[in-house]
């Protein structure tokens, strides 16, 4: 699937946060500080360089389904005819797969081999999902 180009408007430290090549990347900001924003820029480029299977995660299923993955929708919408609500999963036509989970059951990511993770909110995780 070609993404097309889009034009955002982001922070220089939000800039550094996607661009960002270490094995690990934080956005740390306070409240509406565009956290999950730069969260679903920073997937959808995991996406189009097609690093492989991903994994999109927030702290509980309600806030992964009015938050995190509403965002993701609305910013990228190409992808929402790939996303299969009962699998929790996007599975992309290159068939690579995004899995879409909530850490309030920390489990449901055992076993998944991905490249690829957006934790939004992860501060406010199980303990066991950060283990």
């Excluded at 070609?2 to 934080?26: D, M, N, R, S």
């Excluded at 790939?82 to 850490?103: A, H, T, V």
């Excluded at 934790?119 to 950060?130: F, I, R, S, T, V």
Aim: proline share 4%; hydrophobic share 35%.
């Amino acid at each position: 699937m070609e993404q097309k180009q889009k034009e955002i408007t982001l922070h220089k430290k939000q800039l550094e946060a996607i661009k960002g090549e270490k094995q690990f990347t934080l956005a740390i900001a306070g409240v509406r500080g565009g956290k999950t924003y730069v969260g679903a820029h920073w997937a959808a480029k995991q996406i189009a360089e097609k690093k492989g299977h991903g994994i999109i995660a927030a702290p509980t299923y309600a806030m992964l389904q009015s938050a995190t993955m509403q965002t993701f929708f609305e910013l990228y919408p190409e992808y929402r005819p790939y996303y299969k609500e009962q699998k929790k999963e996007i599975d992309l036509p290159n068939g690579k797969k995004i899995f879409c989970r909530s850490m309030d059951a920390p489990l449901s990511t055992e076993g998944i081999t991905a490249e690829w993770v957006w934790g939004d909110e992860a501060g406010q995780y199980n303990n066991l999902a950060l283990t």
